[in-house]
T-cell receptor, first 114, second 113 residues
């Protein structure tokens, strides 16, 4: 079945550092790929998405490119801020069993220090 | 426009009791998904419902768990005779249509003593 593997955390960076969180997937067909972010005490929020190969999703300075040849969707940001501290989840969806259910990685906790 | 609401936010039950988790989708959303997050794991899909119908329950445990989304009122995830292994965070998401973006609630954290 479909699965997502993402880089284990926690990740601790200083403000303005470069961020990469790796994500690879296994899927049948052509899934859509997502990054979600969860701030403490809140639900998950969609950060960005890509629906086909070579698409680049971007939002709030974060980017990720759908790489079919390497089955990857790595999250990057050039200069992180303290406010980016959160847990980041990579996910995919594809029609299985009649629904567009999401399959998640385990999450990567990011802490950004001033 | 209020987001997805879940209540209670925290629920403590003793082994053998019943747990009822409620999810009110965003206004205008008729599709609801339930996910469970066990400690140190990612979110796992449980069930997908539209109003009055279960569309996909492939992630639901075969026993003790049930879900509904009635014509009026919130979606309910019900766990009968809870065991310690049911302790987890349960998240609900809603979307306006099939395949649409899923908007998540803050979750219910269930602790079974």
């Amino acid at each position: 079945g479909n699965s997502v593997t993402q880089m284990e955390g926690p990740v601790t960076l200083s403000e303005e550092a470069f961020l990469t969180i790796n994500c690879t997937y296994t899927a049948t067909g052509y899934p859509s790929l997502f990054w979600y972010v969860q701030y403490p005490g809140e639900g998950l929020q969609l950060l960005l998405k890509a629906t086909k190969a070579d698409d680049k999703g971007s939002n709030k300075g974060f980017e990720a490119t759908y790489r079919k040849e390497t089955t990857s969707f790595h999250l990057e940001k050039g200069s992180v801020q303290v406010s980016d501290s959160a847990v980041y989840f990579c996910a995919l969806s594809g029609t299985q069993g009649g629904s567009e259910k999401l399959v998640f990685g385990k999450g990567t906790k990011l802490t950004v220090n001033p | 426009n209020a987001g997805v609401m879940q209540n209670p936010r925290h629920l403590v039950r003793r082994r053998g009791q019943e747990a009822r988790l409620r999810c009110s989708p965003m206004k205008g959303h008729s599709h609801v998904y339930w996910y469970r997050q066990l400690p140190e794991e990612g979110l796992k899909f449980m069930v997908y419902l539209q109003k009055e119908n279960i569309i996909d329950e492939s992630g639901m445990p075969k026993e003790r768990f049930s879900a509904e989304f009635p014509k009026e009122g919130p979606s309910i995830l019900r766990i009968q005779q809870v065991v310690r292994g049911d302790s987890a965070a349960y998240f609900c998401a809603s979307s306006p249509n099939r395949g649409g973006e899923q908007f998540f609630g803050p979750g219910t954290r269930l602790t079974v003593l």
